[in-house]
């Protein structure tokens, strides 16, 4: 949701894209110029005034809204509160993954044992967390940047190691597409972090390819999951023999 604040600054944009001088926007509000000019420069007003405001300027107030909400900055990184949210429900974990795959409300509920009523309350509860912007028709546009990602040490994150983590590895990673690779060595600690962009840089490219096969139908994709990591590790079993 945009804050006034917000489409009190883009309505001064397009008064001076419209040429539309203090004199004639009080003109058209009825109102002393004095007060329009205090009005704006306060950056708080009734949406009432907005909606009069765009009215004046031959615009409509959906569309302003809907401007100042796409050029929001987009999210890096959600909260801790933003991550609980979305862990204390698995229902709402489920349509969190589901719509970073960007998936329609159709799909999830063709795929999942979900009703539409709880696909629209699960998409309702995203747009309030604020991972998705929800649209007519149940449409939404996600709130995330291309490089987001979870916590490190997140409720998120923290799910998936309790939870999920096992099963992933509990895969033979021996099917078409699959590879599991483990490599030790040791390394300057100034080239470790070189190696960690050129992974975020991999997965970046899976993000990216993800998105542009979106386009092929159904049956010509799959549900993968990437997972890069490295740290400073010794496996505890050798580390107990240490001298």
Same mark, same amino acid.
């Given at each position: 949701?945009?804050?006034?604040?917000?489409? =009190?600054?883009?309505?001064?944009?397009?008064?001076?894209?419209?040429?539309?001088?203090?004199?004639?926007?009080?003109?058209?509000?009825?109102?002393? @110029?004095?007060?329009?000019?205090?009005? !704006?420069?306060?950056?708080?007003?009734?949406?009432?005034?907005?909606?009069?405001?765009?009215?004046?300027?031959?615009?409509?107030?959906?569309?302003?809204?809907?401007?100042?909400?796409?050029?929001?900055?987009?999210?890096?990184?959600?909260?801790? @509160?933003?991550? +609980?949210?979305?862990?204390?429900?698995?229902?709402?974990?489920?349509?969190?993954?589901?719509?970073?795959?960007?998936?329609?409300?159709?799909? =999830?509920?063709?795929?999942?044992?979900?009703?539409? $009523? *709880?696909?629209?309350?699960? !998409?309702?509860?995203?747009? +309030?967390?604020?991972?998705?912007?929800? +649209?007519?028709?149940? +449409?939404?546009? !996600?709130?995330?940047?291309?490089?987001?990602?979870?916590?490190?040490?997140?409720?998120?994150?923290?799910?998936?190691?309790?939870? $999920?983590?096992?099963?992933?590895?509990?895969?033979?990673?021996?099917?078409?597409? *699959?590879?599991?690779?483990?490599?030790?060595? /040791?390394? /300057?600690?100034?080239?470790?972090?070189?190696?960690?962009?050129?992974?975020?840089?991999?997965?970046?490219?899976?993000?990216?390819?993800?998105?542009?096969?979106?386009?092929?139908?159904?049956?010509?994709?799959?549900?993968?999951?990437?997972?890069?990591?490295?740290?400073?590790?010794?496996?505890?079993?050798?580390?107990?023999?240490?001298?």
């Amino acid at each position: 949701m945009s804050s006034t604040a917000d489409l =009190i600054a883009a309505l001064k944009k397009e008064l001076k894209s419209a040429q539309m001088t203090y004199a004639d926007l009080a003109q058209a509000l009825g109102m002393a @110029e004095s007060s329009v000019k205090r009005m !704006l420069a306060k950056g708080d007003m009734p949406l009432s005034r907005v909606d009069a405001i765009c009215h004046a300027l031959a615009l409509d107030f959906s569309d302003l809204a809907r401007r100042v909400a796409e050029s929001q900055p987009l999210l890096k990184e959600l909260s801790q @509160e933003q991550e +609980r949210a979305v862990v204390g429900d698995k229902k709402l974990l489920l349509m969190a993954i589901c719509v970073l795959s960007q998936w329609t409300l159709e799909q =999830i509920t063709t795929n999942y044992r979900l009703t539409e $009523a *709880e696909g629209v309350k699960y !998409l309702v509860q995203l747009d +309030r967390i604020g991972i998705i912007a929800l +649209r007519p028709l149940n +449409r939404y546009r !996600l709130k995330l940047a291309k490089t987001f990602r979870w916590r490190p040490h997140g409720p998120v994150m923290n799910y998936f190691r309790e939870h $999920a983590l096992l099963d992933y590895f509990a895969g033979g990673f021996d099917g078409p597409g *699959e590879g599991v690779l483990l490599v030790h060595g /040791s390394i /300057s600690h100034g080239r470790a972090p070189a190696f960690m962009e050129r992974m975020q840089r991999v997965a970046q490219d899976f993000a990216q390819q993800h998105l542009a096969d979106q386009k092929l139908p159904e049956q010509d994709r799959g549900g993968h999951t990437l997972l890069l990591a490295m740290r400073r590790w010794e496996f505890a079993a050798f580390a107990g023999m240490r001298r």
